[in-house]
């Protein structure tokens, strides 16, 4: 059986660059400059993220009467929103609070979107398109959406993804005040 092969031009690949290559059509792909405008976004993400994290930390700090030093021994072995709540609705059965446990579990699935999101923003490839300066990301599949390839970048994506995160913060905070006021008797 004779080989079915492909013939194509030869492309001499430059690290800095993504290439789509057809024999009719050569398209350039560069990553953004570092003062393209898509870069605040992602940093607002990646630190509001970082708060939603801290405050979930608080939560299990809360439950399990532990101080900031060691409760972050802990929480920093955790990667994400999923184990710190199963790690608080752990704790709240352990101390006998049915309510967290069921609001931990709203919140936990309040937040898997808001996480998919944040991960899109984070881990997907941004590249600029170069004759037309076109913004496109290099889709990354996910759990939920199982799609490879570019797609058109739209940065009201980004703040719509910003603007679910804020919301998802108040939902943690919400919970620790929850927590701390079911947990601490106070005393003169």
Known sequence: MEKRLIRRKRLVPDPKYTISATEENTTIYKRPPSDHPVYPLIGQITMRWSNIEMF??????TLADTEPAITACITAQLMGQSPRCLTIKALARWRGLPEIEKATDKLQKLLFEASERRNRAIHDLLLVETKT????????????????????FDVEE????????????VDCINLLQTIRQEVYEYYS
């Open 56 to 61: 979930l930390d608080d939560c299990i700090g």
């Open 133 to 152: 300066n076109a913004t496109f990301k290099k889709h990354r599949m996910s759990k939920k959406e199982l799609l490879y390839g570019l797609k058109e």
């Open 158 to 169: 980004l703040e719509r993804t910003i603007d679910l995160i804020k919301k998802r913060g």
